[in-house]
Nanobody
Framework: QVQLVESGGGLVQPGGSLRLSCAASGSIFTISVMGWYRQAPGKQRELVARITSVSSTRYADFVKGRFTISRDNAKNTVSLQMNSLKPEDTAVYYC??????????WGQGTQVTVSS
């Protein structure tokens, strides 16, 4: 079992920045990929960014150049630096972990609201 706890969401004006963090605990040695997904009201959950255990990254096209994912394997954390935020980035952001043996875990989600 892996537990994920997110922090760092909130309200920010368009063009502003936020940093999300996710701390993993439990069977952390089984984690291969960590990532961030988001879900806006009435929409499906979608990938924002993901990072492997050797720091290979993948980003959704809509965040390229604005968001940066990073991972600290020693601290068992993954972070998402979000810059140049837009109103359409408003969503609940979920931390995700995939294990080597095929399990997927989710955090409880953190609300990000971009509004003036």
């Amino acid at each position: 079992q892996v537990q994920l706890v997110e922090s760092g969401g909130g309200l920010v004006q368009p063009g502003g920045s936020l940093r999300l963090s996710c701390a993993a605990s439990g069977s952390i040695f089984t984690i291969s990929v960590m990532g961030w997904y988001r879900q806006a009201p009435g929409k499906q959950r979608e990938l924002v960014a993901r990072i492997t255990s050797v720091s290979s990254t993948r980003y959704a096209d809509f965040v390229k150049g604005r968001f940066t994912i990073s991972r600290d394997n020693a601290k068992n954390t993954v972070s998402l630096q979000m810059n140049s935020l837009k109103p359409e980035d408003t969503a609940v952001y979920y931390c995700n972990a995939e294990t080597w043996n095929g399990f997927t875990y989710w955090g409880q989600g953190t609300q990000v609201t971009v509004s003036s």
